[in-house]
């Protein structure tokens, strides 16, 4: 009997979590020295006991915060109930949740799975059926115009969509029917388009290369691409959806409805779970044994984003999003302004910010974790802020007093 079986999870000490990260966990991830095991709102404590202001909420995540009454309530209720029944049969939840989507994103319908990749997946799915159903004809138009720096994910389809030499090498080659413009340069993918392409997929506002907003001319620009074309304009919001920016949708900042979209990480507030809203026509795409997922859309999974999804409506966190973002912004702004040799600048929108420095910030940010805040870096030199969208104003105002105090330290 392997000696890992029977450990008990709770009473592993702090050295025995680093020997079996050492000797048992693959060696994928650049994990800080931290182990975390407990959370509530947006503070999780250590195994040492040492509490920590999260401004990573599990990289976009744990949108209520950790241990959210709500959602705590919702999934132990359901957990008790019925988790699992595979999409053989339908479950009341589900069902629910597509709709709370629908009203969300606009007429259309909604397909779940587990992983923002997989959302992704479903999105470059959908753009080879655009194409068939368009030409009759397969291979024909395939081609998916994305934006350079976009992050996608690391299924191969999505990995394929993510032009970055650090996520691509060594796994080629790649699925070849993408081709990337710059993002925010409308003319480049005008440039790229021919009879082969079938669609174009961006980030509203990038997250993981830096967090970048579209400008207006850009989305709005590829919408009209897309309609004089015949594209199908697809959107990730993965990282940028359920509220982030302080509106459900990124794109609902830009006036514009994509033809589909995918969302994941806050969706379940912790709970793995991903979806898609494709709009009529295109939602008939999907037919029977056309696509699925065995865990797409569990009892448990809808139970969590229900939660999520009543939570932001009924303690109307998208208005806390924009109410509070303005003085967090100008204060970060400030930083800014009094340490200009080593921050560059502020990005973002509502509570999806970077604070973008001069050099690699990778430094600064374990600094960061040793006065007592955790966040994610992203590309282009930056350090992402991603706190819950329960976050107060006093939460906001003591990260911006941790990052002050390791910059006037330095
Ligand atoms: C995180 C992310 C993904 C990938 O999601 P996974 O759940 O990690 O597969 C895709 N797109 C964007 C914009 C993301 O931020």
Same mark, same amino acid.
């Given at each position: +009997?392997?000696?890992?079986?029977? /450990? ?8 025995? @979590?680093?020997a079996?990260?050492d ?8 994990r ?6 407990r959370?509530e709102? %947006? ?7 040492? !509490? ?12 209520l ?36 989507? $629908? ?9 779940? %799975?587990?992983?923002? /990749?997989?959302?992704?997946?479903a999105?470059?799915?959908?753009s ?6 368009? @030409? ?7 081609? &998916?115009? $994305?934006?350079k720096? /976009? ?15 650090k ?17 925010n ?16 997929? $961006?980030?509203?506002?990038?997250g993981?290369?830096g ?14 691409? %897309?309609? !004089?074309?015949?594209?199908?304009? #697809?959107?990730?919001? &993965? ?11 990124g ?5 514009? *409805? =994509?033809d ?6 806050? #969706? ?14 295109f ?18 999974? %809808?139970?969590?984003?229900?939660? &999520? *999804? ?31 040799? *080593? ?8 509570y999806? &910010? ?6 690699? =910030?990778?430094?600064?940010? /374990?600094?960061?974790? !040793?006065?007592? +805040? ?13 706190? =819950? ?13 941790? $990052?002050r ?6």
């Amino acid at each position: +009997m392997n000696s890992q079986t029977f /450990a008990p999870a709770p009473a592993v000490t702090a050295a025995a @979590t680093e020997a079996h990260y050492d000797a048992y966990v693959m060696k994928n991830y650049a994990r800080a020295a931290v182990t975390l095991v407990r959370g509530e709102g %947006c503070r999780v404590w250590d195994d040492r006991g040492t !509490e920590y202001l999260d401004f990573t909420s599990g990289i976009a995540v744990t949108a209520l915060g950790h241990s959210h009454p709500a959602w705590v309530k919702a999934v132990q209720t359901q957990a008790a109930q019925l988790v699992h029944v595979s999409n053989l049969f339908r479950n009341p939840l589900q069902g629910e949740l597509a709709r709370k989507l $629908v009203q969300q994103a606009g007429p259309g319908r909604a397909f779940f %799975c587990n992983s923002g /990749a997989e959302a992704n997946e479903a999105l470059i799915k959908l753009s080879r059926l655009h194409g068939y159903n368009t @030409t009759h004809e397969e291979g024909k138009r395939i081609k &998916v115009l $994305v934006a350079k720096n /976009a992050f996608h994910g690391r299924t191969f389809g999505s990995m394929s969509a993510t032009v970055q030499e650090k996520i691509q090498k060594g796994f080629r080659p790649m699925v070849e029917t993408f081709a990337a413009g710059e993002f925010n340069n409308l003319q480049s993918f005008v440039d790229l388009v021919d009879d082969s392409t079938a669609a174009i997929l $961006v980030e509203p506002i990038q997250g993981e290369s830096g967090v970048t907003a579209a400008t207006p001319e850009f989305l709005v620009g590829l919408r009209k691409l %897309c309609d !004089e074309r015949g594209l199908l304009l #697809l959107l990730d919001e &993965v990282q940028c959806g359920l509220g982030r920016t302080g509106k459900f949708f990124g794109f609902q900042h830009y006036g514009i *409805v =994509p033809d589909a979209l995918s969302m994941a990480k806050g #969706l379940g507030g912790g709970m793995p779970i991903g979806a898609i809203w494709v709009r009529e026509p295109f939602a008939e795409y999907f037919q029977p044994g056309s696509h699925g997922t065995t865990f797409g859309g569990t009892p448990l999974a %809808c139970s969590a984003a229900l939660a &999520v *999804v009543d939570t932001i409506e009924k303690e109307d966190l998208m208005g806390n999003v924009r109410r509070n973002a303005p003085a967090w912004r100008n204060a970060l702004q400030q930083l800014v302004a009094d340490f200009p040799k *080593v921050l560059k600048e502020v990005r973002g929108l509502g509570y999806m &910010v970077g604070l973008g420095f001069h050099a690699d =910030p990778a430094p600064f940010n /374990a600094k960061l974790r !040793e006065a007592g +805040m955790l966040c994610p870096l992203a590309g282009n030199n930056t350090i992402r802020l991603l706190p =819950p969208l329960t976050a107060t104003p006093a939460d906001l105002a003591q990260s911006v007093a941790i $990052v002050r105090g390791v910059l006037a330290a330095a």
